[in-house]
């Protein structure tokens, strides 16, 4: 058995997306939503339209850069004022539709393997991390594999303040993995945040279904269970 990317010391991970499977999570808590939305009619298109709101924000928040503002409070901020309500009262929503109604979902929506692939990467002697624009603990115990992480850290965190694709948050989760950046290989779904990210901190990338860029060092794999592949290939 030959390792394909012998070079790599440390594997960094994006989870939403890559971890679990976007597609069958939007189905479920498409229904969530609809249900709610059944007992509260009145309340529904002003619930869809501040949960979009957010979303739309945080995209728009990709190329900050302060030191003097905190985004996990800009996050809020700019959204809550477009729409006319408190940051406190988005907050609220936010943490409910999006961080904790979803948890009892995530096991089930989890790449096939997952555990497994992840104990085979760790049993390579390489530590691993997750990088995520959200915060990844919660998401990772219910997925089962926190146990499995050295690493964990988020865009929101104050050591890091920006979004992806700066290139920040790779950089400070390699010196957390304690190796070079060079020799870390993350692991995405969206070229243009997790590869353009990765690039920017001088990190190889592997993308999950996406498309890949022009980085010579970024490659695609159809699954997560194609990383083993990479590992250890034939
Ligand atoms: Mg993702």
Redesign the pocket.
């Given at each position: 058995m030959t390792d394909a990317l012998g070079s790599t010391k440390a594997v960094l991970f994006?989870?939403?997306?890559?971890l679990y499977r976007l597609a069958p999570m939007r189905r479920r808590m498409l229904l969530e939503l609809l249900r709610w939305g059944a007992v509260h009619p009145l309340a529904f298109p002003g619930l869809m339209g501040r949960l979009r709101e957010f979303r739309t924000a945080r995209e728009g928040l990709r190329d900050f850069a302060r030191d003097d503002q905190s985004l996990d409070e800009v996050q809020y901020e700019v959204p809550a004022s477009r729409l006319g309500i408190s940051p406190d009262e988005l907050r609220g929503l936010v943490q409910e539709w999006m961080f904790e109604r979803p948890l009892p979902f995530l096991a089930r929506a989890a790449w096939p393997g997952l555990r497994e692939i992840l104990v085979g990467l760790r049993s390579t002697g390489r530590p691993l991390g997750v990088f995520s624009d959200y915060d990844p603990d919660r998401k990772l115990e219910a997925l089962g594999v926190r146990d499995l992480f050295d690493v964990t850290l988020a865009a929101t965190d104050a050591e890091v303040n920006r979004f992806k694709p700066h290139p920040l948050g790779f950089i400070v989760g390699a010196e957390r993995l304690g190796v070079d950046p060079c020799d870390v290989l993350y692991v995405?779904?969206?070229a243009e945040v997790?590869g353009a990210g990765a690039t920017a901190a001088g990190m190889a990338s592997v993308i999950i279904t996406g498309r890949v860029g022009e980085d010579p060092r970024s490659r695609r794999i159809d699954g997560l269970a194609g990383l083993s592949g990479l590992f250890f290939a034939p």
């Open positions: 994006d989870l939403d997306g890559t995405g779904d969206r997790d």
